[in-house]
């Protein structure tokens, strides 16, 4: 995907959060993320939106401290967080292809750029779904290359870096498919005692598969709703529950 289909999927999340969390009102709680409110929600994103903006405009060479998130009232936070969203789309779409600043882990993408467009944009696209779960009712969809996108960057991303708790003191092999995007969207994960080793290919036996429609297990491998089908050990399927949240 380009950085300009990430910035487009951005701008579009965004205003269905707000559109969400407005209707859902900043009481409500949020079914995925136990322990949360809209309101919790809200202040998140709309304070990692700031975050990334400032680091993207600053051209930021090492990680800038996050602080302690703003707290607007109840009544101001859509409107807070309509303006931080605003803010991180428009900086993103002004800065320059060849920017160079700070990134966080190595999921491959042509450039800081692309890289800060992909994350927000996956950011904001999880916690859409968040915002209408408080919401009720049907979620918005999730298109199907951008679900491929995000499993991959969750995979090859997230799991590899060193703070990653998806691990196995007994070597492991994992296999994750999208079944309806093609022979190109499937992953072999290999699990140690260190960082996961992640390939975009079905390389070798898997003692366990995790598969379903792309955006379907997009949703269910950030731990937002059940996996739509494993087949194989189901301990993988427990160890993926338990220990991958980022």
């Not at 380009?2 to 900043?26: H, K, M, N, T, Y």
């Not at 969750?154 to 990653?164: E, Q």
Request: glycine residues 6%; charged residues 25%.
């Amino acid at each position: 995907m380009r950085v300009s289909d990430f910035l487009e999927v951005l701008d579009r999340e965004g205003r269905l959060l707000a559109a969400a969390a407005a209707a859902a009102g900043p009481g409500a709680a949020v079914p995925p993320c136990p322990g949360w409110r809209v309101r919790d929600l809200v202040r998140h994103l709309g304070a990692v939106h700031r975050w990334a903006a400032a680091l993207v405009a600053d051209r930021a060479t090492a990680r800038p401290p996050f602080g302690d998130p703003p707290e607007p009232a109840d009544d101001e936070l859509v409107s807070w967080y309509r303006d931080s969203h605003r803010l991180v789309v428009d900086t993103l779409a002004a800065a320059p292809a060849d920017l160079e600043c700070w990134t966080f882990h190595p999921a491959p993408t042509p450039s800081p750029l692309a890289f800060w467009a992909r994350r927000q944009a996956h950011e904001t696209a999880v916690h859409r779904y968040d915002a209408e779960s408080a919401r009720g009712g049907e979620p918005s969809p999730i298109a199907r290359d951008f679900a491929v996108d995000g499993i991959d960057e969750l995979l090859r991303g997230f799991h590899a870096r060193d703070r990653s708790r998806l691990r196995s003191e007994r070597p492991r092999v994992l296999r994750v498919r999208a079944v309806d995007a093609g022979p190109d969207a499937v992953w072999t994960v290999r699990l140690t005692a260190g960082p996961a080793l992640t390939v975009r290919t079905a390389e070798g036996e898997a003692e366990a598969e995790l598969s379903g429609p792309a955006d379907q297990l997009y949703l269910a491998l950030w731990n937002r709703t059940a996996i739509p089908k494993v087949t194989g050990d189901p301990a993988l399927a427990t160890l993926w529950r338990e220990r991958s949240g980022i």
